[in-house]
């Protein structure tokens, strides 16, 4: 994604004025290859629903502006879904998208334009930023069609800079894979002229032969052809890692010493937090109304918390623009709202005036990057959280998050290479990665089997940590009967297909504490009764336990979003007359990846299930992949092995 960064201007009174002008107004169409119109499949790989034929991105950071054209064969009625162009953008980074244009070239050469409506839709609205989308459909396309498109996307221009003002340089990037196969793509890149501004390329998983060339102009050029498609899998890397790209980064002179370029951002965000940290007074006063002086620093530690936790928080929600900005914790605390990292900063400060060791933390957001040390952007690391240290004890909490409990980050956060703010330059840090039982799923059931098979009873489900997080953030701005689709869809999933679900109650959705979910359910032929014998399944939430990583192949490494524990507890009071003619042996299955334990046991007319699973891994390399599979597969297998029952007033084996 191209982004902005802010670098200081310090060394010219003037720097030009850029218009809006584009860097190519509409450029001719290419001629058609009558070849390309006669091309029945993609001979590199057969059974594609379209490819990419042409693919050309010119950015121009002088005029400030990319220009795009896509060409695109379809071959298939499924392959028309990319007539529907997407051009997501955000709205304050880029000022303009315009010179849309668009045909569609039938196999007779008929040619027909896009003469439709380019429609824009806002996605998402926050004080700092709009990410919106813009959308069109190219016309009368079929199997068999070409179709093609181009715009040009502009930037914020440059204003006239002075001494001690702030300069807007933006970011590039290729984003060379796409989802179809490209037979041939060419990208250029033409740094702006700001003798004072230095540029660096780096360059993620391009192909063997890409062709990457600089002129003595300054222009770099890449040439790419037969680009494979970029696939994803579940519980792969961010995209961003395993997706071939280009980055450009703009910087002064660190930005080819990674250790000067990381000590003078970690200084300048020092300075950023401590501004607006502000006069420790401020922050005692506070603590003063909150705490009582006979607390242990642990209490007070909570209560602090739990007070910034019932602050109105903008950086979640529909409204996500507050009606006056916060410059200092003053500011926050008089409005009584404020963004995520604004009320982390303000937890920084209160933990310091009760004489906690606190600093701020930042690292990247896992599920979107990984940090590259050696890469000079500073919007690798844009996630923040407090560290409080305690003797020996090192804490991570997220008080700028709703709904996280005490002592617990967002999986996004953990696992990661951060850094901690400190005054004496860049401290960087391993993010731990929490023990299972800190992110819970819970299920009790206490169920009846009828003689028909039939499955009913009670259930509590029990969500913690992270858990909870997940269900918690996605309904905020949910009505009830969405918030309730949530929770159904949850135990539904887990269940035999057919179940009938009725949610009771849920605690409280907006609470850090355990969300917790209670409900009836019937489940129909759960026991099957092929002979007089009767089976049923040894998990009663078998559907928890499908194995994720059923292809034989994969391309990505393995990387998990966060350590949880699932313990199912299930009662089954079988019919009058039933007896036991065959248990599940007891399991413990324990390795680096992952634990499981299980056990089924019969007392007193009744069955008593439990099962135990627990996450440990995280990370696995592809190579491993093959034994990742197989022990899902295994956990799958066994959350399916049969009970076997028999009814004592029909004869054996009858």
């Known amino acids: 994604m191209r982004t902005l960064i802010l670098i200081r201007s310090i060394v010219i009174l003037f720097l030009f004025l850029i218009s809006f002008a584009t860097i190519g107004n509409a450029v001719d169409w290419l001629p058609i290859d009558p070849a390309d119109l006669a091309l029945k499949d993609n001979p590199a790989r057969p059974g594609s629903h379209a490819m990419i034929l042409y693919r050309n991105e010119d950015f121009d950071d002088v005029m400030g502006a990319a220009s795009v054209y896509i060409r695109t064969k379809i071959f298939t009625d499924e392959g028309k879904r990319y007539a529907d162009v997407r051009i997501p953008w955000h709205a304050n980074h880029y000022s303009a998208i315009d010179g849309v ?5 039938h196999p007779d050469g008929s040619i027909v334009e896009f003469k439709g409506q380019v429609f824009q839709k806002k996605q998402q609205q926050t004080r700092d930023y709009s990410f919106q989308v813009k959308t069109f459909a190219l016309p009368d396309v079929t199997a068999g069609s070409i179709i093609e ?3 040009v996307l502009h930037w914020q221009a440059k204003k006239p800079g002075m001494w001690g003002q702030w300069a807007y340089v933006h970011n590039s990037e290729w984003v060379v894979q796409d989802e179809l196969f490209q037979r041939k793509a060419q990208f250029s890149f033409k740094p702006g002229r700001l003798d004072f501004f230095k540029h660096a390329v780096r360059s993620v998983l391009l192909p063997a032969d890409a ?3 600089q002129r003595n102009d300054g222009l770099i050029t890449l040439d790419v052809e037969n680009v494979a498609p970029f696939e994803t899998e579940e519980y792969m890397p961010p995209e961003k890692e395993v997706r071939g790209r280009v980055m450009f980064f703009y910087g002064l002179d660190d930005l080819y010493d990674p250790d000067k370029f990381w000590k003078s951002q970690s200084k300048s965000w020092y300075s950023d937090a401590e501004q607006f940290i502000g006069k420790r007074q401020v922050a005692e006063r506070q603590v003063a109304s909150i705490t009582s002086s006979s607390d242990s620093l642990d209490v007070k530690l909570r209560k602090i918390y739990d007070y910034i936790q019932t602050l109105n928080n903008y950086s979640y929600g529909e409204d996500r623009v507050a009606p006056e900005e916060n410059r200092t914790i003053e500011d926050v605390i008089r409005h009584k709202y404020g963004t995520r990292d604004e009320l982390n900063r303000l937890f920084v400060a209160m933990a310091r005036a009760v004489g906690a060791n606190a600093t701020l933390v930042r690292v990247p957001a896992r599920n979107n990057a990984l940090f590259h040390k050696e890469w000079p952007s500073f919007y690798q690391l844009d996630l923040e959280f407090v560290q409080v ?4 004890e090192v804490i991570y909490l997220n008080p700028g998050t709703v709904f996280c409990p005490y002592g617990t980050i967002l999986w996004e956060q953990i696992g990661a290479m ?3 703010l400190d005054k004496s330059g860049p401290a960087f840090i391993q993010i731990p990665v929490p023990d299972p039982s800190a992110s819970q799923i819970k299920t009790v059931a206490n169920t009846k089997l009828d003689p028909d098979g039939t499955l009913s009873g009670d259930v509590e489900v029990t969500l913690t940590g992270q858990a909870a997080i997940d269900r918690r953030i996605p309904a905020l701005n ?3 009967t969405a918030r309730k689709k949530i929770m159904q869809e949850l135990l539904q999933e887990w269940l035999a297909m057919g179940a009938d679900v009725e949610l ?8 850090s504490g355990p969300l917790v979910a209670t409900y009836h359910v019937s489940i129909p032929s759960f026991a099957t009764m092929p002979t007089s014998r009767t089976l049923l399944r040894s998990a009663m939430f078998a559907g928890a336990y499908r194995n994720p990583f059923v292809p034989t192949r994969r391309i990505h490494p393995i990387r998990m979003n966060y350590p949880y524990e699932r313990i199912d507890d299930v009662k089954i009071t079988l019919p009058q007359g039933f007896h036991v003619d065959g248990l599940p042996q007891p399991r413990e299955d324990k390795n680096a990846l992952a634990e499981l334990v299980s056990t089924c046991k019969h007392e007193n007319g009744a069955l008593h299930l439990t ?5 440990l891994g995280l990370f696995v390399d592809q190579p491993y992949y093959s034994a990742v599979r197989s022990y899902f597969q295994n956990v799958q297998v066994t959350a399916n092995e049969p009970i076997v029952l028999r009814n004592a007033g029909t004869a054996s084996g009858k």
Do not use: C, H, P
């Open 418 to 420: 951060g850094l901690a």
């Open 611 to 615: 099962r135990t699973f627990r996450l």
């Open 389 to 392: 240290k305690n003797g020996n």
């Open 149 to 151: 498109y181009q715009y």
């Open 211 to 213: 062709k990457m060339n």
């Open 478 to 480: 949910m009505d009830e």
């Open 101 to 105: 244009r668009g045909r569609t070239i």
């Open 504 to 511: 009771s109650k849920v605690n409280s959705w907006e609470s």
